[in-house]
């Protein structure tokens, strides 16, 4: 498993070694070991989430109030575009936007700490996406930035065919940074 550090300070991805076969294919999708060699408590995970989404949905951009909430996120089937805006207050990439495409033939993962929007969109048919938190579930603490703000400029690779009326409702970025005592 490869760890591969990104110009922006504690966003990482792992990408593993898939062995295939004429049955299909085997990875490793953690390692604890690993995690901890790159600064990760393999221990500090609280809950695995999957979600299943079909082709053109996005989810996002989420956040999470007070303390965040750190994501280790990889998409088990199919594939996505994943997306993260760095909200860190004073980090030198505040407000920059990196995207990743993930999927069931790479198997990369990102590590994405606390501080950052996060949303992706589903590229095929059928796509089961799968992530754990270091925190349990707050949903008192849900933040949403809206997935089309014009400043943040997500480039959605694929047309939008479903988004939750939580995501409809979003804030703009402007407002988030404000919320945040930013400008
Ligand atoms: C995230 C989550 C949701 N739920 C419930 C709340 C709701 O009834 C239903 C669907 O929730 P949501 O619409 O918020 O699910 P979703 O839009 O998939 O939310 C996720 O989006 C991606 C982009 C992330 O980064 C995740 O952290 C998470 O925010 O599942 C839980 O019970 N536990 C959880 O941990």
């Known amino acids: ?80 575009m994943d997306v993260v805006v760095d909200t860190r207050v004073g980090s030198p990439t505040f407000g920059e936007m990196r995207t990743f495409v993930l999927d069931d033939q790479v198997h990369r993962q990102v590590y994405i700490p606390r501080g950052f929007l996060h949303g992706y969109q589903a590229l095929t048919s059928v796509t089961d996406f799968c992530y754990r938190i270091d925190d349990f579930y707050g949903p008192g603490e849900d933040t949403t930035v809206t997935f089309d703000d014009p400043e943040i400029g997500v480039p959605w690779p694929a047309p939008i065919t479903i988004v939750s009326e939580r995501d409809r409702n979003g804030v703009s970025w402007a407002e988030y940074k404000r919320y945040l005592g930013v400008e």
């Open 1 to 80: 498993m490869k760890v591969i550090e990104t110009d922006i300070e504690g966003l990482l991805v792992f990408e593993p070694t898939p062995h295939r076969d004429e049955r299909g294919y085997f990875t490793r999708t953690m390692d604890v070991s690993i995690l901890a060699d790159a600064g990760i408590d393999p221990a500090g995970f609280k809950q695995e989430n999957q979600s299943r989404s079909y082709q053109g949905v996005v989810r996002g951009l989420h956040g999470r109030s007070n303390k965040g909430e750190a994501k280790l996120v990889r998409c088990a089937h199919g594939a996505v």
